[in-house]
């Protein structure tokens, strides 16, 4: 079987594994604590250490059932390294509600919520805290403050961003003494525009490593019927005869992890099969004519 | 009455204060030397002691008239902050001008155009000099040069800029020993690019205040009858109520002043009691919740 | 006759002349190689001592020829700079053919490229290589490590870019002693992108040079029927009558020439009296009005 790899995240960063188990639908996979549990080990056999959660996940609850089957096996926790976001407030749309969900980055706001997540996960620290968006009204140095304080309390090891521009990620990192150890973006065969926009070159010059999600565009991948998605199936399934891969999943991971930003790769599947799948994609050697056949399927155009 | 408080607008900066009296429709407020006068008193002791004027407005003539009312009380010079800008060419078009309007940001048109703004002002020293538009022929190193030379001759104070996008901020930076003061950038509920597109990114890194022009976006958000507008103009009404407004305006003025890159706002009437009313949008408190609506209000989607 | 200068393109980089002379449609030039030797000893005579290659003109080609001309006088190789660029793996398409045009930039890629132009040229170094195109997947690491060991062996004194966004120029130097010594633009009248979105305000910060391509537009400046051109053939003619010029074409460069980033412009025809018409551009003083005539020709508004 497969083992997935431990990488350092960023210069004094974390070591994350180079596949990240994704727990944002862990409330639609009907499993039980134990499942739960049995699941979480399973991966974690893999090599599969690093869980991504975030406090706005079916506002809270997913954090709420990792924690419950966390707790069947208390020793788990020193085997994995639990990443968390915080930031948006979600309010609930009625035909009356006049209010709207929005971000919120202040001190205030930031330790309310890592309280709130270890609560529910049931555990005194995360190993990693990321901005869940970019708040336009983000005042660099409340945050900052925010993660000195739950740095010094223990709370939280690291600090990172998700979605962020080169803009906004300059900005924070501007007041934080420690270096921010990801920004988390959206990076698939569809929509791949961090890999021109500067957002990746951004974090291979400082050495810090995206983490993708959506890797599998929530599924478009396999069920659009655009003529772009059209194009990508035909030539991923070409480049998964070629590579000798058991799935189009697997070609998409060896296409992420390919790009020279060094990505690690969120994974969203509750199915044990699927994440084993993933896991031997890293074992898949594609080349740059091969990562372009997907760059111009998507796109529609050969290179310039 | 509320006191509109000064702030300082960079590091080793001026204070400014919060609301800035924009001077250029001057011209249009049918006012006779001695109104004027009277209308500038009546905003200093608000506490707005910071007025905008800029080379072209009005061909000149704006600094002309405020250059009268001045002279008629030469004390309150020592009261005030004056701010100008130089570097738009403009050329009136008529049927047989092939000439366009353009910029001018070379070392001898900045010495010219400073001396004639000191000249209609009537005053020895400007507070500020910004460039008005980014100009594309910007040699940066003949910008400084005149900087230095208005600085050491005594003529400005400080240096800004105005619409400058964040390389050609950084460009002009790069030559200069002292913080650029501002980027004058247009900042109102129809159009605040600035705030997504890392301007106001770049200014909150360097602690430097952005100054807030067309705050009201030339009056259309009370007439246009788009249906972003009438979506905004019903989302400020709602919370003017909410926040006990006496207008939309002051709204407005404390969804921009809200922003954290702490900008000041730039008012452009010549109604002594609408400017009353904008200093009195200082004491609203808005929250994060209420400034995200305006953002959904004008977009016409929800934040991802 | 004029002639032209030598320049610094970079901090510490080399001395290029001010046009430079291209050599991507030399297979085209039906020329044999004395009547090549003849063709370049002209431009150099008139000071045009820099030629610009590439590995992928006419899938090397083009050096090729340039490399026979050489040989017929050896002696020619100390009074010329060559340029040359690597990376782009150029794959001919066909019915069945399923691979891609691709980008290469690891470190064998880059070797094997620039032997092969050494070789194909007949010289023993390169004055500056290029990366052509910006590669999706490029190391930065492995880029430096390729130029450090063609550094160290004399295979090539400088390196730069081509068509590189800011933060890709920004990652590359980043790992690199030596400044960049420029970034091979396009910027000519219909499409001068690069003087607003940030490439060319990078560039005049760093004090590197950009070298300017495709300054006719590929031919359409005077060919296409489009009312931007339309507009823009009538105002270059009008200017053309204003500067004393002889041709559209020193009109061109002279607008080119007068941005303040200092660019070199590359010249691609094989027609000595077209070069001399060039060069002769460098005589023409074209003011602010007039360089904006042509923004505004081309975009068809006034400037803001």
Redesign the interface.
Known sequence: MSTVNKVLMAPDGPEFSQLVQGYWRLGSWDMDAQARLTFLKQHIEMGISTVDHAAIYDAGHCETLFGEALKLDPSIREQIEIVSKFGI?G?A?SATE???????S?KAGILASTENSLRRLGVEQLDALLVH?P??????DQVAEAFNELKQSGKVKHFGVS?F????F??LQ?RLDAPLITNQVEFNPINFDV??D?TL??L??HRVRPMAWSCLAGGAIFSAQTEQVKRLRATLS?LGEELGADSIDQVIYAWIL???SNPVALLGTGNIKRVKDAAAALTLKMN??Q???V??ASKGV???
Chains 1, 2, 3 share one sequence.
């Open positions: 407030n309010i749309t006049k209010r709207v969900s929005h971000y919120d202040s968006r708040d336009f009204l983000m005042d660099a979605n521009t080169t803009s906004q300059d900005l501007s890999v021109a500067g070159d951004q291979q010059q070409e390919k790009h020279p740059a004519e990562w372009y056949r760059w111009v050969n290179v310039p």
